[in-house]
Nanobody, 124 residues
Framework: VQLQASGGGLVQSGGSLKLSCTTS????????MGWFRQAPGKEREFVTT????????YYADSVKGRFTISRDKANNTVYLQMNSLKPEDTAVYYC??????????????????WGQGTQVTVSS
């Protein structure tokens, strides 16, 4: 399984960006997908995850109400719509795939496959 993240960039505070994560492989539809981020000098942290069916999503409190994860099974793509961006959202964003979804969905060790990361910078 290969993941390719894209869509990052520079945006002003209050603006929006939409990240995409395109996957290869037929097993995409059976994997939970997640987004994590890592800010400079900080550990990588959970942002959001979506179930294989797309019917269940979870968000970190810091992004709840502002970010939306979705998946397009026909195109093997996961999206992260980010609205009302804040400077503290500045980070490298990574998409990840979890072949065995569990209740421990915030733990990055459960995600076996990772994209290369895309930089999101929010200016104040």
């Amino acid at each position: 399984v290969q993941l390719q993240a894209s869509g990052g960039g520079l945006v002003q505070s209050g603006g929006s960006l939409k990240l995409s994560c395109t996957t290869s492989g037929r097993t995409f539809i059976t994997y939970a997908m997640g987004w994590f981020r890592q800010a400079p000098g900080k550990e990588r942290e959970f942002v959001t995850t979506i179930s294989p069916s797309g019917g269940v999503t979870y968000y970190a409190d810091s992004v709840k109400g502002r970010f939306t994860i979705s998946r397009d099974k026909a195109n093997n793509t996961v999206y992260l719509q980010m609205n009302s961006l804040k400077p503290e959202d500045t980070a490298v964003y990574y998409c990840a795939a979890d072949p065995a979804p569990s209740i421990d969905y915030t733990n990055e060790r459960g995600y076996d496959y990772w994209g290369q990361g895309t930089q999101v910078t929010v200016s104040s």
